[in-house]
């Protein structure tokens, strides 16, 4: 609590003798909503991440005993790793991802290979060659496209390959368990009679 002002009415009324009652400020912490909660608004106490994921899927692990958890958490990592893998099935099944991706392998490698043929000009060049303007030229040339490679593959998957991948993911999220066997299965048919 804070102190009054010496200069203050009931200060002064203390000090003389007078004595009246009166409430005391109490501190902003102690301080209670005035109504309950709006039917819209959703109150959520824990502040654990995984504990606010379970409550949304209706789970409560409060009850279970801690190798019940861990065979629940472990179910539940099984089951993504299958959703995971079909997701990656049906991306490599998808013609224009397949496409996408080789043309940002190819970016990042032209990115790559300049880095590496600026150093390379810097290397040959060496000190003494660093004051020629050619050698300036060459490699400030190379850092240009080496970044400007590396960032356009960056925007590239950020436009046109997540979108096919976040639309894979949410249909293998979406697939029953046989479903999901069947894509897995084609997955490794087809990886073996690519061998």
């Known amino acids: 609590m804070s102190t009054r ?8 009324e203390k000090l003389q003798g007078e ?11 102690s301080a209670k909503p005035a109504r309950a909660a709006g039917s ?5 106490p824990s502040s654990s991440k995984a504990k606010r994921a379970a409550a949304e899927r209706g789970e409560d692990l409060s009850g ?6 861990k065979a629940r958490k472990a179910e ?3 089951q993504e790793d299958r959703v995971y893998t079909a997701s990656n099935a049906l991306l490599n099944e998808n013609e224009d991802y397949v496409r996408f991706r080789r043309i940002w392998w190819v970016l990042l490698g032209i990115g790559i290979a300049a880095l590496v043929g600026a150093w390379v000009a810097l290397a040959v060049f060496g000190k003494d060659g660093a004051d020629t303007q050619l050698a300036q030229t ?12 590396i960032i356009i593959a960056f925007i590239f998957d ?29 997955s490794v048919q087809d990886k073996k009679s690519k061998k």
Do not use: D, H, W
Request: hydrophobic content about 40%; glycine content about 4%; overall charge positive.
């Open 5 to 12: 002002s010496a200069q203050n009415k009931r200060t002064q």
């Open 19 to 29: 004595n009246r009652q009166g409430m005391a400020r109490k501190s902003a912490s």
């Open 40 to 44: 819209s608004v959703r109150v959520v």
């Open 64 to 69: 279970l005993s801690k190798e019940e958890k």
């Open 76 to 78: 539940l990592r099984r």
């Open 138 to 149: 060459v490699q400030m040339g190379l850092i240009i496209v080496a970044y400007a490679a």
């Open 158 to 186: 950020f436009m046109k390959i997540r979108p096919i991948r976040n639309a894979c993911r949410t249909a293998a999220s979406g697939m029953s368990e046989s479903k999901l066997n069947e894509v897995i299965a084609r």
